[in-house]
């Protein structure tokens, strides 16, 4: 028998088995209709029933109100970067923007052509090891149009414990590598969205979860695909919907279900995500960049003291099935990336093989 | 044995059975990495294989020269009614439109938020069943920013077979609905897209062929994902693309070469067309609205003479393995979506079942 491979790819990323066996036995006669969903019209019953669902389980699994909107769009994270701004900015109020790594920057960016758009923090001159606590932030003020975080970062390894707050502005999240990893209050934010392709599904479709009144403040003068109201009131149907990622997220989120929900992913990813930093922080080879405070439970970066030995470590670790390990090129090191469909059992495999090599490299 | 299914859906459409099988069999591990496609890294060398000779053959199909970009995009042909005037119009031109469908006026309208749209030819008035030839167009002038087209219309089944030409003005076609139906002259367009889910693979990625001097027009305020030079520059991976979308695409790409190319496919859809407009033409109970000489080869709108029946003819084709014949909700009727992946015997065995139906109903 061959080993097991474990994929610690950063996104698109590894999904749950049971949900790839399973597209895989319907894909090309799907639940008898005689073709495949990918191949079925988006106005038919089948692919109705499956954008319902998975809206319904999404909102079940996260305890999403009626006051918000889910939407299921294209065009990825990067794209929300600029219907933010379009959609949501106030004449005359500032967009406030917590820079905490390269995603949250590009936002920044992003928002800048559109108005005024300002950081609140930056993390750049500590290489965004650290997540300063909110109260520290500076220009938190309670005119702004929104206030924007990114709740984990991907290439840096560090995540949000507390959201911040402004009483009386809405919090914007960008949630795409960790949400639905751990219990949240779905009432703190204005929005939330992911590109699906690290915790929910394939890359391909962004769900967006904006509160129906935040929404009412885009003008019509918006390009109608970037304009959130033409896709709440055609119910992500303006157009035909990217149908076979979104049937993966639907089949993610019943798994998800079938787990146990949000109490049973944080369980699980905090177990995961113990034993990697007990390994890093009690091993004399390895160390985590991430302030210990902000560390993420999705995304392990970890270095080796001796550096030159990262290429044989990923190498290695490549070669008995622990794929994808490299760090971000722009950060280099190592990086796990332990997505909710990330078994136990890799993990541990990614344990044993790191205290390994340590030991044969000591 | 049960009767095999035709889906004569106008998109998401079928897709040829020796792609979804090959799509089947290596779903879950993708050719020995241990994981699916679906799962793996946009970065890792898999899928940048897989996107790099979806690039090659599609120049190969087509005949796209060095001078053209191609774009594996998301947002669907609606997003390109924005991105088209955003970067492409010029300020003091008009851009010309001819508004021969739903599609087309979605396009043209869009252009109107961005500048002077207007168009020079519209079938409105005939219910778009006809495309008046070029040289009756008003206000086609030679200082125009574009050109727009659709080239064929999936709701009225017309399509041009001449394309019009405006010399020294870039000539832009929607070819969502016929993108590699037949050979065409690439040299002829300043550039032209097409969402996949018709003719070229699943929902979720649109193909845009782009010359690159055209792309220059942008102007560096356009929002990033909007400005088809970001694309440009990162070979279509700016941020996560479409990965699965972009895979089953280049597997129907690899069909078309292994067929014989455009000049096949152009044989076997005259031949597809002609069995249904010859049997329509010489029948007394059947008629198709679109006009002769604009008829489609891939969506054939038809009608009964007594359109009290076509519920039953809809619901009866149905229910021998013809699916998806309904016509488009905003015309009624019947349509056959008879793309290049719809084998012959499916347009046999409708033929017949219409045959058949006229008998008993008369």
Known sequence: MTNPVYNFSAGPAT???????????????????????????HRGPAFQQIIDEAEADLR?????PD????????????????????????????????????WAAKALKEAKLFGDARAVFSGKQDNYTTIAPSTEWEGMTGDAAYLYICSNNTIFGT??????????????????????????????????????????????VTVVVIRKDLAERAKASIP????????????????????????????VLKWIKEKGGLAAMDKANRAKAALLYDFIDH?????????P??????????????PDLEPAFIEQASAIGLKSL??????????????????????EKLVEFMADFAKKNA
Chains 1, 2 share one sequence.
């Open 15 to 41: 999904l749950p088995k049971e949900v790839m066996l399973k597209a895989q036995a319907e894909f090309v006669d799907f639940r008898g209709i005689g073709f495949g969903l990918i191949e079925a019209s």
């Open 60 to 64: 079940e699994i996260a305890g999403i």
């Open 67 to 102: 006051t918000y909107s889910v939407l299921f769009l294209q065009g990825g994270a990067s794209t929300q970067f600029a219907m933010i701004p379009m959609n949501l900015m106030v004449d005359g109020k500032p967009a406030l923007y917590a820079d905490t790594g390269a």
């Open 159 to 204: 995540q949000y414990h507390d959201v911040p707050e402004i009483d009386g502005v809405p919090l914007i999240a960008d949630m795409s590598s960790d949400i639905l990893c751990r219990p949240f209050d779905v009432n703190k934010f204005g929005m939330f969205f992911a590109g699906a392709q690290k915790n929910l599904g394939p890359a391909g």
């Open 224 to 251: 109608t695909m970037l304009n959130y109201n033409t896709h709440i009131d055609t119910g992500s149907m303006f157009n035909t919907p990217p149908v076979f990622a979104i049937y993966m997220v639907g089949l």
């Open 283 to 291: 091993s004399d080879a390895y160390y985590g960049p991430a302030n």
């Open 293 to 306: 405070a902000n560390r993420s439970l999705m995304n392990v970066t970890f270095r080796l003291n001796n």
């Open 326 to 347: 490299k760090g971000h090129r722009s950060v280099g090191g190592m990086r796990a990336s332990i997505y909710n469909a990330m078994p136990k059992a890799g993990v």
